[in-house]
């Protein structure tokens, strides 16, 4: 479980997170949602221990970092290290010594090139490979979707799936709604420096109606074609 | 046209003013380190224009990588792309082949003129090539990157070693030894992006023996292969070539503290003002170890308990 307490976050007078408070669980799968700039990369990173900030973050894993596998928006590669490498780098990280990069392959990629070269979608699936091997308890996947071909958005829904039945708490970010109906146990919803909301499956329609609501008809109106 | 190089110049001028410096009394020293270092090297070696050539081919090369090639297809038509680059190639090369000429090695000047224009047209399809094998795939990263990026001097460095036992000039080969563990110091002076050490589940302690012990396996392996071929053919410098050894190694441990006492950013000028007299000056080493051992741990607890 993971408890965070009065969390407060800022970058100079600007307030990102303002006084929030949740508690994840175990087998759980969180859907955390807000407009760009709401501040989901970051409470992300203050729960990773990437960013310093004002309040408590309690878990039963501790330290949590060391069992936490964190799929950033983009991704970072360096030159020259190849995917199988990428894999390994990770793993050792983690003081796991497997081998099994190519069985593990289950999205095809080609191992032996640089990741640096590959598309945005491989190396967002690479990524994600490797959190997945390092054999973690909680993962947090920041826009896991983006620019992953439909074939592997499904795969990468059914491995959400069965990381929640064996006990693992999911944190995802996406702004690909019905991705996040089919995975989520809960959905919290970032408001602007405000605080959050928690909405519950049988919510869902209503909460996407009234995201369609707000944001795409007022910005066509602003638009003025 | 002019406009690239004057953002160039622009990018150039704000990184050496946040070090505190003037941009042209930073080029005017940039240029008195090349005059001394040419210098240098014209004056302790006898091949020292295969050398530089090595020097222009490596500095040129870095212009031709993929990744800056493609940024500047996108942004720009054909025509000029090629215009850029070729003026980029020829504002780095030509040093090169203008010492090249006043050392009077006339032909290695016209094979870097040669290189210099050449490679301006190859668009970084030289490191588009497939994976170069590396022997450090078990423990990456640094010794993987490094190596890759450094092949090309490695090679170099084996036909120094030869040249060196062919004209029997030991000097020589002790050079070589020590540019081999120089070109490791590139590997561990840019830090990585945090994620790479936030992943680690280690202490501060153990994250940096780890380093340590990595960064030692890989000199053994790129260095200690010359230092044995150098003591089968010179046993009387023994003493000398473990000495060089001795020093080698603690370079290497001096560039991992390095790194990692000024994480996450690059070590600022004053930083590397003591890195370079510590290379240098090597006893001063003594005294800075343990005071960069003391600010990297520092540095290291936001990313680890």
Same mark, same amino acid.
């Given at each position: 479980?993971? !408890?965070?307490?009065?969390?407060?976050?800022?970058?100079?007078?600007?307030?990102?997170?303002?006084?929030?408070?949740?508690? /994840?669980?175990?087998?759980?799968?969180?859907?955390?949602?807000?407009?760009?700039?709401?501040?989901?990369?970051?409470?992300?990173?203050?729960?990773?221990?990437?960013?310093?900030?004002?309040?408590?973050?309690?878990?039963?894993?501790?330290?949590?970092?060391?069992?936490?596998?964190?799929?950033?928006?983009?991704?970072? /590669?360096?030159?020259?290290?190849?995917?199988?490498?990428?894999?390994?780098?990770?793993?050792?990280?983690?003081?796991?010594?497997?081998?099994?990069?190519?069985?593990?392959?289950? /999205?095809?990629?080609?191992?032996?090139?640089?990741?640096?070269?590959?598309?945005?979608?491989?190396?967002?699936?690479?990524? /994600?490979?490797?959190?997945?091997?390092?054999?973690?308890?909680?993962?947090?996947?920041?826009?896991?979707?983006?620019?992953?071909?439909?074939? !592997?958005?499904?795969?990468?829904?059914?491995?959400?799936?069965?990381?929640?039945?064996?006990?693992?708490?999911?944190?995802?970010?996406?702004?690909?709604? !019905?991705?996040?109906?089919?995975?989520?146990?809960?959905?919290?919803?970032?408001?602007?420096?405000?605080?959050?909301?928690?909405?519950?499956?049988?919510?869902?329609?209503?909460?996407?109606?009234?995201?369609?609501?707000?944001?795409?008809?007022?910005?066509?109106?602003?638009?003025?074609? | 046209?002019?406009?690239?190089?004057?953002?160039?110049?622009?990018?150039?001028?704000?990184?050496?003013?946040?070090?505190?410096?003037?941009?042209?009394?930073?080029?005017?020293?940039?240029?008195?380190?090349?005059?001394?270092?040419?210098?240098?090297?014209?004056?302790?070696?006898?091949?020292?224009?295969?050398?530089?050539?090595?020097?222009?081919?490596?500095?040129?090369?870095?212009?031709?990588?993929?990744?800056?090639?493609?940024?500047?297809?996108?942004?720009?038509?054909?025509?000029?792309?090629?215009?850029?680059?070729?003026?980029?190639?020829?504002?780095?090369?030509?040093?090169?082949?203008?010492?090249?000429?006043?050392?009077?090695?006339?032909?290695?000047?016209?094979?870097?003129?040669?290189?210099?224009?050449?490679?301006?047209?190859?668009?970084?399809?030289?490191?588009?090539?497939?994976?170069?094998?590396?022997?450090?795939?078990?423990?990456?990263?640094?010794?993987?990157?490094?190596?890759?990026?450094?092949?090309?001097?490695?090679?170099?460095?084996?036909?120094?070693?030869?040249?060196?036992?062919?004209?029997?000039?030991?000097?020589?080969?002790?050079?070589?030894?020590?540019?081999?563990?120089?070109?490791?110091?590139?590997?561990?002076?840019?830090?990585?992006?945090?994620?790479?050490?936030?992943?680690?589940?280690?202490?501060?302690?153990?994250?940096?023996?780890?380093?340590?012990?990595?960064?030692?396996?890989?000199?053994?392996?790129?260095?200690?292969?010359?230092?044995?071929?150098?003591?089968?053919?010179?046993?009387?410098?023994?003493?000398?070539?473990?000495?060089?050894?001795?020093?080698?190694?603690?370079?290497?441990?001096?560039?991992?503290?390095?790194?990692?006492?000024?994480?996450?950013?690059?070590?600022?000028?004053?930083?590397?003002?003591?890195?370079?007299?510590?290379?240098?000056?090597?006893?001063?080493?003594?005294?800075?170890?343990?005071?960069?051992?003391?600010?990297?741990?520092?540095?290291?607890?936001?990313?680890?308990?």
């Amino acid at each position: 479980m993971i !408890s965070i307490r009065n969390l407060h976050k800022s970058y100079g007078n600007l307030q990102v997170l303002n006084d929030i408070n949740i508690e /994840f669980k175990s087998g759980k799968v969180y859907g955390i949602v807000g407009e760009n700039g709401a501040g989901k990369t970051t409470l992300f990173k203050c729960i990773a221990g990437l960013e310093i900030f004002k309040g408590k973050i309690e878990t039963s894993h501790n330290p949590l970092k060391d069992v936490l596998g964190f799929l950033p928006t983009q991704p970072i /590669f360096m030159s020259y290290l190849t995917g199988k490498e990428y894999l390994k780098l990770s793993c050792i990280a983690r003081d796991n010594h497997r081998n099994d990069f190519v069985e593990q392959n289950i /999205f095809n990629l080609p191992l032996d090139s640089y990741a640096v070269h590959y598309s945005t979608g491989m190396q967002k699936k690479l990524a /994600f490979m490797a959190i997945l091997m390092q054999q973690n308890e909680v993962f947090i996947l920041d826009e896991p979707y983006n620019g992953v071909d439909i074939h !592997s958005n499904m795969m990468m829904t059914a491995i959400i799936k069965k990381l929640k039945s064996e006990g693992k708490i999911v944190l995802i970010s996406s702004h690909i709604f !019905s991705t996040l109906k089919e995975t989520c146990d809960e959905l919290i919803v970032l408001e602007k420096g405000k605080g959050i909301k928690h909405f519950y499956p049988k919510d869902y329609e209503h909460v996407e109606q009234e995201m369609k609501n707000k944001s795409i008809e007022d910005v066509i109106e602003r638009l003025k074609i | 046209m002019s406009y690239y190089f004057t953002l160039q110049w622009r990018r150039y001028s704000r990184w050496i003013k946040e070090q505190g410096i003037n941009p042209w009394l930073g080029l005017f020293l940039l240029g008195i380190g090349f005059i001394v270092c040419s210098k240098l090297l014209f004056y302790k070696l006898e091949v020292a224009s295969w050398v530089y050539l090595g020097c222009l081919f490596y500095a040129v090369g870095i212009l031709s990588g993929k990744e800056r090639n493609d940024k500047l297809k996108m942004l720009s038509q054909k025509g000029i792309y090629r215009k850029w680059r070729v003026i980029e190639n020829v504002i780095v090369g030509s040093p090169f082949v203008i010492y090249l000429v006043y050392e009077r090695a006339i032909w290695e000047a016209v094979i870097g003129f040669v290189l210099m224009l050449g490679l301006s047209q190859l668009n970084g399809r030289i490191w588009r090539m497939r994976t170069i094998p590396s022997p450090f795939g078990r423990i990456p990263f640094e010794g993987i990157v490094g190596f890759r990026r450094t092949i090309i001097l490695f090679i170099l460095y084996y036909f120094l070693l030869i040249k060196s036992i062919q004209v029997d000039n030991v000097n020589l080969g002790l050079v070589v030894l020590v540019f081999t563990f120089a070109t490791q110091l590139s590997f561990y002076l840019k830090p990585e992006h945090e994620n790479f050490v936030w992943i680690f589940s280690l202490s501060r302690n153990q994250f940096i023996k780890h380093k340590w012990k990595h960064a030692i396996l890989v000199a053994t392996v790129l260095s200690i292969p010359f230092a044995v071929i150098l003591s089968c053919f010179y046993p009387t410098y023994l003493a000398w070539i473990f000495a060089v050894s001795f020093i080698g190694y603690a370079w290497i441990i001096f560039a991992v503290l390095t790194k990692y006492a000024s994480f996450p950013k690059e070590m600022n000028v004053i930083q590397g003002f003591i890195f370079a007299f510590s290379i240098i000056l090597f006893p001063l080493m003594i005294f800075f170890i343990p005071l960069f051992y003391r600010r990297a741990l520092r540095k290291l607890e936001h990313y680890m308990e």
